[in-house]
Each structure stands twice: as C-alpha cells, then as structure tokens.
C-alpha cells in the first residue's frame, strides 16, 4: 500500500534538545510539507520542498530545519531555539497536478517536558 | 501574504440537520481543496474545486467556489454522527494555505 509514514507517533523532549521527526513516503510525490498544528488552531506550514535538494521555509520557519536528501525523505528537526515545540507535527506530500490534493501521515505528538 | 478564514470555528448540530460552513480568502485563489480531520486523527482530503462557481457534490456534502474565487462552502445535509471532526478548507496560491477549521459535533 502506498502511503506516508510518519514517525515517532510521540515524542518527548527536554528543553534545550533537538529532536528528529522523521517522514516517509512511497507515493513517488515530489512534493513534501510539515505542518505544525495547535489546538484550536488551523495547519501552519514550517517547511516544504518541491523537488529533492530543495527546499523553501513555510510561515513557521524559525526554530525548525529541514533536508530533502531522497525523494522520499524529508525529516524535520526541532532545534532548541524554537521557544515553543509542543505541538500536534503533520508531514504531507503530493504529486504535481494536486488533483488528489495533499496525503497526510499521522503525524508525531511533540511534547517539551 | 493569503489569508483563508473560516466560519463558525464551531457547529454543534442535532443529528439529521443540515449546517454550512464558510470559508473566506483575502486573495483571489487558484483554487480551494476542503479536508476532514476526525478526532485524533490526521486531515484526509474531500475535493478540490478549480472553476470560478463550481459545485461538487459527494453524497450528503455539497461544495461551492464563489464566482471571483476568493469564498468556498461546505453544505452538509441529514447530519450523521460520521460527520464529527473537524472540516478544514484550504487555498491554494503556489502553496496551501489552510483555515482554522469549522469543529463539528452531533447531538444524537
């Protein structure tokens, strides 16, 4: 079955680490997003990369870095100076027609404790 | 930068009535795809409308594309407690750019 797997479903993290979110897919997509979800809140969009070795910072860079080393790689590291990591992690992808819009996993459950 | 607002952020409704719920660009949109998200779960896409008017219909849901493309609509009729979750429209402008999302719960 093709799909898009992201890993850890959670994650615990004490302040001043960074931690690796990791996404998969084999949906032969070209392009990749991660999206940072908060309660109450709509999907803010951190990074995303149409085509491998590229990639564009979303509205939420900061604190966050990404690579796109394989097409069907795209892992998000949380670094220590986003003030603010606790969140709800979303990965995406989607071919370049978007007509069956975008695949999302099931995303990783951050938590700073 | 492209703002999608949606309305109400919330919709509780009797079960078997039917709601809508808006979504609004402040820029015109090349087009606007809608997604459900269940409770726990991830967004899972519905349709994306494309044309300036367009309507969609899948079932009970019923979606609609303002004729400048800049507004959207989800109608839900005969409400079923499968509808649950949360509906997220999203516009897209080189990139999607989604809403909050309207939350909907069923009173059976």
């Known amino acids: 079955d093709g799909g898009i797997t992201q890993s850890p479903k959670y994650l615990f993290r004490k302040e001043g680490q960074n931690v690796t979110l990791s996404c998969e897919q084999n949906l032969n997509h070209d392009a990749m997003y991660w999206y940072r979800q908060d309660p109450g809140q709509g999907l803010r969009l951190i990074y995303y990369?149409?085509?491998?070795?590229?990639?564009q910072k979303g509205d939420i860079a900061e604190g966050y870095s990404v690579s796109r080393e394989k097409k069907e790689s795209f892992p998000l590291t949380v670094t220590s100076a986003q003030k603010n990591p606790t969140a709800f992690y979303l990965c995406?992808?989607?071919?370049?027609?978007?007509?069956?819009?975008?695949?999302f996993g099931s995303g990783t459950r951050l938590t700073v404790v | 930068g492209q703002q999608v607002m949606q309305i109400p952020q919330y919709q509780h409704v009797q079960e078997g009535e039917d709601f809508t719920t808006y979504c609004n660009s402040s820029?015109?949109?090349?087009?606007i795809q809608w997604y459900k998200q269940r409770p726990g779960g991830h967004p899972v896409f519905l349709i994306q409308?494309?044309?300036?008017?367009e309507v969609k219909k899948q079932k009970r849901l019923t979606f609609q594309f303002g004729e400048a493309k800049k507004n959207s609509s989800l109608h839900i009729t005969a409400t079923q407690t499968t509808d649950v979750g949360t509906y997220f429209c999203a516009g897209y402008d080189y990139k999607l750019s989604f809403g909050a999302g309207t939350t909907v719960t069923v009173r059976a």
């Open positions: 995406a992808s989607s071919s370049r027609s978007l007509a069956y819009g975008y695949t």
């Open positions: 990369s149409q085509i491998v070795n590229d990639f």
């Open positions: 409308l494309v044309k300036s008017g």
């Open positions: 820029t015109t949109l090349s087009n």
